[in-house]
């Protein structure tokens, strides 16, 4: 069992940056990719971003290339957004999420291979 727990969240002009820290308690860290998802009022859970458990794999979706970058620190059992140049259409709720032995990029963005979640963060983008 893994619990996950997102901080970091708040309200940003848009252009500004938030970092997102996602703390995993209960279970090592290191065996599982993570990803960051979010949902937006109305609008379905989407995927942001994806990590493999060795760090060798990452995919992002189009909307963040360029912008968002996730890192992890596999000693500290936590994982990372970092969020450049924000627009209003990034405001969300935010989630990380883990999933046993995922290795392959190309499967980073499919939400139902993701076994563990938080509880979510709230990001507010004004424009």
């Known amino acids: 069992q893994v619990q996950l727990v997102e901080s970091g969240g708040g309200l940003v002009r848009a252009g500004g940056s938030l970092r997102l820290s996602c703390a995993a308690s209960?279970?090592?860290?290191?065996?599982?990719?993570v990803g960051w998802f979010r949902q937006a009022p109305g609008k379905e859970r989407e995927f942001v971003v994806g990590?493999?458990?060795?760090?060798?794999?990452?995919s992002y979706a189009e909307f963040v290339k360029g912008r968002f970058t996730i890192s992890r620190d596999n000693a500290k059992n936590t994982m990372y957004l970092q969020m450049n140049s924000l627009k209003p259409e990034d405001t969300a709720v935010y989630y990380c999420?883990?999933?046993?032995?995922?290795?392959?990029?190309?499967?980073?963005?499919?939400?139902?291979?993701?076994?563990?979640w938080g509880q979510g963060t709230q990001v507010t983008v004004s424009s």
């Open positions: 209960g279970r090592t860290f290191n065996s599982y990719a």
């Open positions: 990590k493999s458990w060795s760090g060798g794999s990452t």
């Open positions: 999420a883990a999933a046993p032995g995922l290795t392959e990029a190309s499967r980073l963005g499919y939400r139902n291979l993701y076994r563990y």
